[in-house]
């Protein structure tokens, strides 16, 4: 009987794992994770300045339709909260009071980084206004922001400009 548990004591330290086996296999786990996590981070950024070109663009719409209706743009005073807000619409008649309906069935006062959309009028670059996201780091003029006009528009080669040579 002494010989039967020996066998059995030694076969389980042969089946049993070292400390350095232990650690290779926690090693090749934290490898695989960080790899998938930095894969994920970068399509989860990329998926936000996705979601808010087309946030961007429901904005457009209902600028469009605002503009429809009252044969305006929003003031600077009014923004794009009169998009969704009667309040904010600085109406002169109780017909423009009729007129306006949600051009904008919720509200958003924020691009998805919880910065204030940009709004302007009158535009800097020709085109009917000026709408833009300061991007993921909240600063305007950064190569992050997300706007209506393009690299062209801004060296004075947009719309209404003459072509660039």
């Known amino acids: 009987m002494q010989r039967t548990f020996s066998r059995q004591s030694s076969t389980s330290r042969r089946r049993a794992f070292t400390l350095i086996e232990v650690m290779i296999a926690i090693a090749i786990v934290v490898a695989l994770i960080a790899l998938v996590g930095i894969n994920v981070l970068g399509n989860r950024d990329e998926a936000n300045k996705n979601t808010t070109r087309i946030q961007m663009s429901n904005i457009e719409n209902a600028l469009t339709e605002f503009e429809v209706s009252f044969n305006r743009l929003p003031s600077e005073d009014e923004g794009l909260e009169a998009l969704w807000n009667l309040e904010a619409v600085q109406v002169e008649t109780e017909e423009d009071e009729a007129k306006w309906r949600r051009f904008l069935t919720k509200p958003v006062p924020n691009d998805l980084w919880g910065n204030p959309w940009g709004y302007r009028p009158e535009s800097e670059f020709g085109l009917r206004y000026d709408l833009w996201s300061n991007g993921p780091d909240g600063e305007e003029?950064?190569?992050?922001?997300?706007?209506?006009?393009?690299?062209?528009?801004?060296?004075?080669?947009?719309?209404g400009a003459p072509p660039s040579e």
Do not use: Y
Not at 144 to 159: K, L, R, S, V
């Open 141 to 159: 003029g950064t190569d992050d922001d997300i706007t209506n006009w393009t690299a062209e528009d801004e060296a004075g080669g947009g719309f």
